[in-house]
């Protein structure tokens, strides 16, 4: 059974950073690549950042570039997001999501995680 499993998200400061990490069980990761998806109240799901399979190409989406930083470690079955510089509008429930050999699109996702929570107080 898949599981990808988001932690790191909570409670912080304009200005201020985190790191949100997805664990991966249940698939051979190093043959996934790899998204974070946020999704804001109202809004539609959005892809900030992906990353391939080995980690030699990385996305950004133009609202995060330059803040937000996406990595992985095959050895360990994670790909992170560390988030700096964190705004008001940065607040949404942030997803893992992993795709076969592409990199993932809102459309086109193999597995989720359940989301992890980032509010960022004004």
């Known amino acids: 059974q898949v599981q990808l499993v988001e932690s790191g998200g909570g409670l912080v400061q304009a200005g201020g950073s985190l790191r949100l990490s997805c664990a991966a069980s249940?698939?051979?990761?190093?043959?996934?690549?790899m998204g974070w998806f946020r999704q804001a109240p109202g809004e539609e799901r959005l892809l900030l950042a992906d990353i391939t399979n080995s980690g030699g190409s990385t996305y950004y989406e133009d609202s995060v570039k330059g803040r937000f930083t996406i990595s992985r470690v095959n050895s360990n079955n994670t790909v992170y997001l560390q988030m700096n510089s964190l705004k008001p509008e940065d607040t949404a429930v942030y997803y893992c999501a992993g795709r076969f050999g592409l990199v993932p699109t809102r459309d086109r996702v193999d597995y989720w995680g359940k989301g992890t929570l980032v509010t960022v107080s004004s």
């Open positions: 249940g698939l051979t990761f190093s043959n996934y690549a």
